[in-house]
T-cell receptor, first 114, second 114 residues
Framework: DTAVSQTPKYLVTQMGNDKSIKCEQN?????MYWYKQDSKKFLKIMFS???????INETVPNRFSPKSPDKAHLNLHINSLELGDSAVYFC?????????????FGDGTRLSIL | AQTVTQSQPEMSVQEAETVTLSCTYDTSESDYYLFWYKQPPSRQMILVIR??????QNATENRFSVNFQKAAKSFSLKISDSQLGDAAMYFCAYRDPRFNKFYFGSGTKLNVKP
């Protein structure tokens, strides 16, 4: 069973469109994250939720809106897509406790804006 | 603010030889956790090794070991008997235990020559 699963794996769309990426984890973790990895491979934290509550909200355009219907799911909705949004988006999860526990990552969603 | 620095954007090693990837970090905490992740071309993020700051002993996982120097805030990864499958991006990560937040370095691309 996949521990952290993201859909879709690839997303190609036009500028100005609205799109969503879904993430689900079956590890029973309390905390979930969204990262953006740019073309230079730099991983930047975007959001983090702990038990459905937003705890980290980095400097991200408000076109990006995370939604956590329950602690096993964290979706990312992006409005009015721009060329600069092209990147790989990773979902991750980690236990709320057990501080030596690493994050578990999904396989990433490659978003390409035409 | 915590930062993680990987000063080697790219490195090369001959198959079967040993290579060391550098990582330094900045923190005022005494209790924290450090990780190395591997990202092969398939783009999955795979945990390689972890280290608790309160432990003096360096972590080891088969061919992978770390040199953890707490006073110097250094956390380097040594890969022994390098294999072609080790070719990947390697990311150093610091976990802030207060906020369950992870900070990643910019990555080191490792090439393995046959």
């Amino acid at each position: 069973d996949t521990a952290v699963s993201q859909t879709p794996k690839y997303l190609v769309t036009q500028m100005g469109n609205d799109k969503s990426i879904k993430c689900e984890q079956n590890l029973g973790h309390d905390t979930m994250y969204w990262y953006k990895q740019d073309s230079k491979k730099f991983l930047k934290i975007m959001f983090s939720y702990n038990n459905k509550e937003l705890i980290i909200n980095e400097t991200v355009p408000n076109r990006f809106s995370p939604k956590s219907p329950d602690k096993a799911h964290l979706n990312l909705h992006i409005n009015s897509l721009e060329l600069g949004d092209s990147a790989v988006y990773f979902c991750a999860s980690s236990p709320g406790q057990g501080r030596n526990q690493p994050q578990h990552f999904g396989d990433g969603t490659r978003l390409s804006i035409l | 603010a915590q930062t993680v620095t990987q000063s080697q954007p790219e490195m090369s090693v001959q198959e079967a030889e040993t290579v060391t990837l550098s990582c330094t970090y900045d923190t005022s905490e005494s209790d924290y956790y450090l990780f190395w992740y591997k990202q092969p071309p398939s783009r999955q993020m795979i945990l390689v090794i972890r280290q608790e700051a309160y432990k003096q002993q360096n972590a080891t996982e088969n061919r992978f070991s770390v040199n953890f120097q707490k006073a110097a805030k250094s956390f380097s990864l040594k890969i022994s008997d390098s294999q072609l499958g080790d070719a990947a991006m390697y990311f150093c990560a610091y976990r802030d235990p207060r906020f369950n937040k992870f900070y990643f370095g910019s990555g080191t691309k490792l090439n393995v020559k046959p």
